[in-house]
């Protein structure tokens, strides 16, 4: 500090700002660059201009996994979100007040444990364990109990109509853990006079939900709402280990990222997938700054 603020400041900045340019912000840049070539991984790149970009207008997988993160963009953070407010109320403020503290239900501490299990678990270890569950026949954990009773099994990953859901159900147990301990966060801060204020108006636990929580929660909302977009932008993990032949049947469960890797890896159309790279890269940024726009309000102070 003899030397001035700033230079201490540079100091401390320069090996993490370096790092995040060497290894994030210059691998965009190229990203970019190789999108604009025809690039095969052995050939010299050739520069095609935006001609990879017009590709994708035409390209029918490229829609098809566009359209499925539309699904994922609505059911997602729709279902995560409210499946983990509705246990971080139950958590929180569910139970009896005690000594003018709000109380959750009584073993609290143990179902938070339960619910963050999922986020120990490496993703590719969930999508195995899913692949039993949903297996079609005698052994896998649904389809066994099923025939046990007499059902026909149901061929959750192999089914079109189906193997999009069946996903989608993996990917919310996966996340709703993480958002329990963050909505439980939120709502431990908000203070015990407001909900015993609004009890004594005679205000019921869906009237404390709806009008005391959730205004109280909705810059965390917000956040969480950002983060399961950006993840329903990914999904890559789970679809390459659990669907059928890596987004089938017959492109029922890709994704974007699943395309990027058959093109980049099993194509070896390294500029094209860059393309589409990039495609993705826009696609998450502009929603992003959307949502954030959208669901800007006034912060409730208490």
Do not use: C
Request: aromatic residues 16%.
């Amino acid at each position: 500090m003899r030397h001035g603020k700033y230079p201490f400041v540079i100091g401390f900045l320069f090996a993490p700002v370096t790092l995040y340019v060497v290894f994030v912000i210059a691998p965009y840049a190229q990203a970019f660059q190789i999108s604009m070539t025809n690039w095969r991984g052995l050939s010299a790149p050739q520069w095609v201009g935006f001609d990879n970009y017009r590709r994708l207008f035409d390209d029918g997988s490229f829609w098809k996994a566009v359209q499925h993160h539309g699904v994922l963009l609505l059911a997602l953070p729709l279902i995560t979100i409210a499946i983990a407010l509705f246990f971080s109320f139950l958590l929180n403020v569910g139970g009896k007040s005690s000594g003018g503290q709000r109380q959750g239900v009584w073993g609290a501490k143990f179902y938070r444990v339960v619910f963050f299990f999922p986020q120990v678990l490496a993703v590719a270890i969930i999508a195995v364990l899913f692949q039993m569950v949903y297996r079609p026949n005698e052994s896998g954990l649904i389809n066994g109990v099923l025939m046990k009773l007499g059902f026909d099994p149901v061929l959750f990953l192999i089914r079109p109509n189906l193997a999009l859901w069946s996903i989608i159900a993996v990917l919310v147990w996966q996340a709703v853990g993480f958002y329990v301990v963050l909505f439980s966060a939120g709502m431990a801060s908000i203070p015990g006079e407001i909900y015993e204020a609004a009890e004594m108006d005679g205000a019921t636990k869906v009237t404390l939900f709806f009008r005391v929580t959730l205004p109280l929660l909705w810059d965390t909302l917000q956040v969480a709402w950002v983060y399961l977009g950006i993840a329903a932008f990914d999904a890559f993990a789970i679809v390459a280990v659990l669907s059928v032949d890596g987004g089938g049947p017959d492109g029922a469960t890709t994704v974007l990222a699943m395309e990027i890797y058959r093109n980049a890896f099993v194509y070896s159309k390294y500029g094209y997938a860059s393309a589409m790279g990039v495609a993705l890269f826009f696609l998450t940024l502009t929603f992003a700054a959307l949502t954030l726009r959208l669901t800007k309000r006034e912060s409730v102070e208490y």
